[in-house]
């Protein structure tokens, strides 16, 4: 039975969520109980396109992405796949009408981390970004306005500066790691090795405008996904003040993050400040 196999598949991709990322996947269950899943679903999608490109040292990346992207385009045009993952993600394409271009993008950025490790243009730097992050958050954004293109449009360009200031915070964070690791500089104009002070306070000038952005339009979001979208907001804030407390020498040797006991206090903030319809 479909039906079935549909259910299967969304435990997969809500699985694959709570074992990725277990702040992501705590933000999810602040959305309404009728979107969680498709965020989820979308959530699977990008994390197994990025894992092919970060982590599966040992086996032909190119080969594993050409075939993970060849499974994608028939999911998408037979509405089901054998793979859990796409199954589950292509259910809410159809659902949201999430547009082509936008998962093109992505795929296109994905692609690009295959083969590019140095991002020595502006242009080179935002297109990547585009491609990575700000479609993630107009995917999302489909789902949370359920058809409602006047809002849509309405919130487009605050979810893109939002899901910039996601992806330039986990750039920073995971900045040992894309460097010594995977030998990838997203950064321009900035020599990581020899990353300074001022070059990092002038990265978080940078996402602190995007976050400014992104806030404005997570006042406007419908109440299903304000919470949900507020939760990681401020945790994200919450990384990039200790990023901003922490010297830049430190960085470039470390991974800062959230204890848990933070994040625990975070989202009681979070749910005070809602319920308080402060936000």
Same mark, same amino acid.
């Given at each position: 039975m479909k039906s079935l196999f549909d259910t299967v598949s969304f435990? %997969?991709? $809500?699985?694959?969520?709570?074992?990725?990322?277990?702040?992501f996947s705590s933000a999810v269950k602040m959305l309404a109980p009728s979107i969680r899943q498709d965020i989820y679903n979308i959530y699977g999608f990008v994390r197994f396109a990025d894992e092919i490109v970060d982590s599966f040292h040992d086996?032909?990346?190119e080969e594993l992405f050409g075939l993970f992207e060849k499974d994608l385009e028939a999911a998408l045009q037979n509405k089901i796949s054998l793979n859990p993952i796409l199954n589950s993600f292509q259910h809410t394409v159809t659902k949201y009408k999430i547009p082509d271009t936008l998962i093109n993008a992505f795929m296109k950025s994905m692609k690009m981390d295959l083969v590019k490790t140095n991002y020595s243009t502006f242009s080179e730097y935002n297109e990547y970004i585009y491609g990575s992050a700000d479609v993630?958050?107009?995917? %999302?954004? $489909?789902?949370?306005?359920?058809?409602?293109?006047?809002?849509?449009q309405e919130l487009e360009k605050s979810a893109m500066r939002l899901g910039s200031a996601f992806q330039?915070?986990?750039?920073l964070r995971d900045l040992k790691a894309d460097f010594e690791d995977l030998s990838r500089t997203y950064f321009p104009n900035t020599d990581l090795s020899k990353l300074d002070e001022n070059s990092k306070n002038e990265i978080i000038k940078e996402i602190e405008s995007d976050?400014?952005?992104g806030y404005k339009g997570i006042v406007n979001l419908p109440i299903e996904a304000k919470f949900g979208v507020y939760t990681a907001y401020i945790y994200y804030k919450k990384l990039l003040s200790k990023l901003k407390k922490t010297p830049s020498e430190e960085i470039k040797n470390t991974r800062i993050r959230v204890s848990d006991y933070q994040k625990y206090g975070l989202f009681a903030k979070c749910y005070f400040t809602y319920k308080l319809k402060i936000i």
């Open positions: 435990e %997969c991709s $809500k699985n694959v969520t709570k074992s990725y990322s277990t702040s086996y032909n990346k993630v958050g107009l995917m %999302c954004l $489909k789902v949370f306005v359920n058809g409602n293109d006047e809002k849509y330039k915070v986990n750039f976050f400014e952005a």
